[in-house]
């Protein structure tokens, strides 16, 4: 599976949109990009997943370049309770997905 | 949808015993599952992936013997330390996949603390 590269930390204001990047130059065309995030103490919670196209859901938008080597998480409106360690993984399509988790990105939400 | 629940949620227990943890896919069925652990201020490592009916596929360092995994049903996995010592001490957090090409859910996670 293609290494990522996230910032260690990020601040935010509440109420303000979170962008989150990432960045996945070695990704290979069979690998999707996905996102979860973990709140302390809890086991991961899935945001988001793409290969190439932009997706939305309920929780976040995914921005993916047209050349696959990064990717932004965006977070609307974040709350409070959006503070989290956010994992961008890059995970191969076919079989069983072994994910590998990095150090990720601590998002502090501020009031 | 999608949710996985482990028993117990924490758990103490005396060195030399073991300790069983349950995951269970609550409302899909579950033909991959894995175990995770995460020791303080680290992130998550992979110990082994199950299916359904099979022998587990045990990481690199994981001992096998050490740390038994059943998944005997499409909802259910376990994990049991056997002969649990202070170093296995962890956070212990399973995910579930309904099949090939399937996002993974987890757990709520397990916190052993061996004495």
């Known amino acids: 599976d293609a290494k990522t590269t996230q910032p260690t930390s990020m601040d935010c204001a509440e109420g303000r949109a979170a962008n989150l990047p990432c960045n996945h130059s070695?990704?290979?065309?069979?690998?999707?990009v996905y996102w979860y995030r973990q709140i302390h103490s809890q086991g991961p919670q899935y945001i988001i997943h793409?290969?190439?196209n932009n997706e939305t859901n309920e929780m976040a938008s995914l921005i993916i370049t047209e050349d696959r080597k990064s990717s932004t998480l965006i977070l609307p409106h974040a709350t409070l309770r959006d503070t989290a360690v956010y994992y961008c993984?890059?995970?191969?399509?076919?079989?069983?997905?072994?994910?590998?988790f990095g150090q990720g990105t601590r998002l502090t939400i501020n009031p | 949808g999608a949710v996985v629940s482990q028993h117990p949620s924490w758990v103490i227990c005396k060195s030399g015993t073991s300790v069983k943890i349950e995951c269970r896919s609550l409302?899909?069925?579950?033909?991959?599952m894995f175990w995770y652990r995460q020791f303080p201020k680290q992130s998550l490592m992979l110990m082994a992936t199950?299916?359904?009916?099979?022998?587990?596929?045990?990481e690199q360092g994981v001992e096998k013997d050490k740390f038994l995994i059943n998944h005997a049903s499409l909802t259910l996995s376990t994990l049991t330390v056997t002969s649990a010592h202070p170093e296995d001490s962890s956070f212990y957090i399973c995910?579930?996949?309904?099949?090939?090409?399937?996002?993974?859910?987890f757990g709520p996670g397990t916190r052993l603390l061996v004495l």
């Open positions: 995910s579930a996949s309904s099949g090939n090409q399937e996002t993974q859910y």
């Open positions: 070695t990704i290979s065309g069979n690998e999707y």
């Open positions: 793409g290969l190439k």
């Open positions: 993984i890059a995970t191969r399509i076919q079989g069983a997905q072994k994910l590998v």
């Open positions: 409302d899909f069925q579950a033909t991959t």
């Open positions: 199950s299916n359904e009916g099979s022998k587990a596929t045990y």
